[in-house]
């Protein structure tokens, strides 16, 4: 399998996948023990100590998504909730296996699975908070999600309406869509044949409805093949396994070679301090 040297933090497909893998293992299961190896990782917790308090004997009701967050519902009305960060992932393992370096967070369930959730660069967080304390975090002010909830043309076309700045940034903006990131924003663009460079309010409403299908499908595909491992296998899946979309990227880390559907070279342009890939033979 091809690997590209760059860094990425997982997005919505990875997330996603995390998520339906996740849901057979630990749905109506009860936690029976928690360590937390690294008191960065609860950060976000008002009270360190309530992470692990609040998540004992609680049983997992349901798991959820909303953009690249990972929200497990509790009973008594608690929300797990669980951002991957720039290198975090989730391993599902038996009590009896090694830890592996950068283990931050083990969650042990009755019958002796483990969650483990290993976070290198530690960006990521997990946390356990109430209805109340989910309702004023950051994912309130999330946009709708962009599997689930992806805004209506006439919706994207008000939004994107006398906007000076590129469309490429304003797609990674997660008040405006969840769960994009530089991977999928390269990849819908190029399948949609608009440049990264374009300005938001420029695209016509024809435009926008290409983007919101080329996003809804590259996101569909992604989710299907796993989602993408790139070098530094920051993501894997929770049984350890890559995700297989790398080898179905069109233009991400593919500086210099040829477009799938034009021939021309690919370009990396550096927006806003982020690499996008993208082919200026077919993206206007």
Same mark, same amino acid.
């Given at each position: 399998?091809?690997?590209?040297?760059?860094?990425? $933090?997982?997005?919505?497909?990875?997330?996603?996948?995390?998520?339906?893998?996740?849901?057979? &293992?630990?749905?109506?299961?009860?936690?029976?023990?928690?360590?937390?190896?690294?008191?960065?990782?609860?950060?976000?917790?008002?009270?360190? *100590? @309530?992470?692990?308090?609040?998540?004992?004997?609680?049983?997992?009701?349901?798991?959820?998504?909303?953009?690249?967050?990972?929200?497990?519902?509790?009973?008594? #009305?608690?929300?797990?909730?669980?951002?991957?960060? $720039?290198? #975090?992932?989730? /391993?599902?393992?038996?009590?009896?296996?090694?830890?592996?370096?950068?283990?931050?967070?083990?969650?042990?369930?009755?019958?002796?699975?483990?969650?483990?959730?290993?976070?290198?660069?530690? %960006? +990521?967080?997990?946390?356990?908070? *109430? &209805?109340?304390?989910?309702?004023?975090? *950051?994912?309130?002010?999330?946009?709708?999600?962009?599997? *689930?909830?992806?805004?209506?043309?006439?919706?994207?076309? #008000?939004?994107?309406?006398?906007?000076?700045?590129?469309?490429?940034?304003?797609?990674?903006? /997660?008040?405006?869509?969840?769960?994009? +990131?530089?991977?999928?924003? @390269?990849?819908?663009?190029?399948?949609?044949?608009?440049?990264?460079?374009?300005?938001?309010?420029?695209?016509?409403?024809?435009?926008?409805?290409?983007?919101?299908?080329?996003?809804?499908?590259?996101?569909?595909?992604?989710?299907?093949? +796993?989602?993408?491992?790139?070098?530094?296998?920051?993501?894997?899946?929770?049984? +350890?396994?890559?995700? @297989? %979309?790398?080898?179905?990227?069109?233009?991400?880390?593919?500086?210099?070679?040829?477009?799938?559907?034009?021939?021309?070279?690919?370009?990396?342009?550096?927006?806003?301090?982020?690499?996008?890939?993208?082919?200026?033979?077919?993206?206007?």
């Amino acid at each position: 399998m091809l690997r590209i040297q760059l860094q990425r $933090m997982p997005e919505l497909p990875e997330v996603e996948v995390t998520r339906r893998i996740l849901e057979s &293992e630990i749905r109506e299961k009860q936690v029976a023990e928690v360590s937390v190896n690294h008191p960065r990782v609860v950060r976000r917790q008002k009270h360190p *100590t @309530d992470f692990s308090d609040r998540l004992q004997e609680r049983t997992v009701q349901s798991l959820r998504r909303h953009g690249k967050f990972l929200i497990i519902e509790l009973d008594a #009305g608690l929300n797990w909730v669980t951002h991957l960060g $720039m290198s #975090g992932r989730i /391993q599902m393992v038996d009590n009896d296996q090694p830890e592996e370096t950068h283990t931050r967070t083990v969650v042990r369930f009755v019958g002796g699975r483990e969650l483990r959730f290993v976070d290198p660069r530690t %960006f +990521g967080f997990m946390t356990v908070w *109430t &209805e109340a304390e989910l309702a004023s975090s *950051t994912l309130n002010r999330l946009g709708p999600d962009a599997l *689930t909830d992806l805004p209506s043309v006439r919706e994207f076309v #008000g939004y994107l309406r006398g906007r000076t700045a590129l469309i490429k940034p304003l797609l990674l903006n /997660q008040s405006v869509v969840a769960g994009v +990131g530089n991977i999928y924003a @390269d990849e819908s663009l190029h399948l949609c044949r608009v440049s990264p460079l374009r300005p938001g309010g420029s695209l016509a409403a024809d435009e926008v409805n290409r983007l919101r299908i080329a996003i809804r499908t590259t996101l569909i595909a992604a989710i299907q093949q +796993g989602g993408t491992s790139l070098e530094d296998l920051a993501y894997l899946l929770p049984d +350890g396994k890559t995700g @297989d %979309f790398l080898d179905r990227l069109r233009v991400y880390g593919r500086e210099g070679q040829g477009c799938c559907h034009c021939g021309f070279a690919i370009r990396r342009t550096v927006i806003r301090s982020r690499s996008s890939f993208w082919c200026p033979g077919c993206q206007a």
